[in-house]
């Protein structure tokens, strides 16, 4: 499994443009898989070819970050995350160098030369994080805390969190200095009228 991390982190650091795509209705592991991917790696784009969710846009929208249709046509290298299945990118995809997940495998990735998948994990975000601490990266600030979003929201925040979770969070929390309450305030939407009356 180190092995494949180092490879990736080594693909990833090379200056060839990278299309980084995300599932149809992609939610918050997803995308804060793709955006750290996409902050801390030169030539970086995220593609969503089947939307995302309201999280997620809600998330984008205060990040201020762009997410584009369509599945990154002319670049370099297509990196898929959080996505069990090619099936789930759209009609118009044309394959993946690196897919990096944590949903059982269905051997649908089979003929990706770079797959990195653990099932194990709670959240994409936590293997992206390994991606990026294998790459001798000093994590900013805003990736660390959307990758705290995502690991928040796969793990029900904290309900079905394993323990390795709950290290990655604590050791992105120590350094960068992101409190709980920031992390929890990126993916907690504002409670609309209509369900404080109900």
């Known amino acids: 499994m180190d092995d494949i991390v180092g490879r990736i982190a080594e693909e990833l650091s090379l200056d060839g443009t990278k299309a ?7 939610d918050m592991d997803a995308i804060g898989s793709a955006y750290a991917i996409a902050r801390c790696f030169p030539n970086c784009a995220i ?13 984008v929208s205060k990040m201020e970050t762009a997410v584009r249709e369509g599945v990154g046509e002319g ?36 003929d990706v030369p770079l797959f990195l998948c653990d099932d194990t994990r709670t959240s994409c975000c936590e293997i ?9 990266i000093d994590i900013p600030r805003d990736a660390a805390l959307m990758l705290m979003g995502g690991m928040l929201t796969d793990s029900g925040h904290f309900q079905f969190a394993r323990p390795e979770m709950l290290e990655s969070f604590a050791d992105l929390m120590r350094r ?4 709980m309450d920031e992390a929890m305030g990126l993916v907690q939407s504002e409670v609309g009228i209509s369900e404080r009356i109900a």
Do not use: Y
């Open 20 to 26: 980084i795509l995300v599932h149809g209705n992609a």
């Open 47 to 59: 593609f969503a070819p089947d939307g995302i969710d309201r999280v997620s846009r809600m998330v």
């Open 75 to 110: 670049f370099d290298v297509h990196v898929v995350v959080d996505t069990s299945s090619p099936e789930q990118l759209g009609s118009g995809f044309g394959g993946a160098d690196i897919v990096i997940d944590h949903h059982k495998p269905t051997g649908r990735w089979d």
């Open 128 to 136: 992206v994080k390994e991606v990026l601490d294998a790459a001798g």
């Open 176 to 179: 960068t200095g992101v409190d």
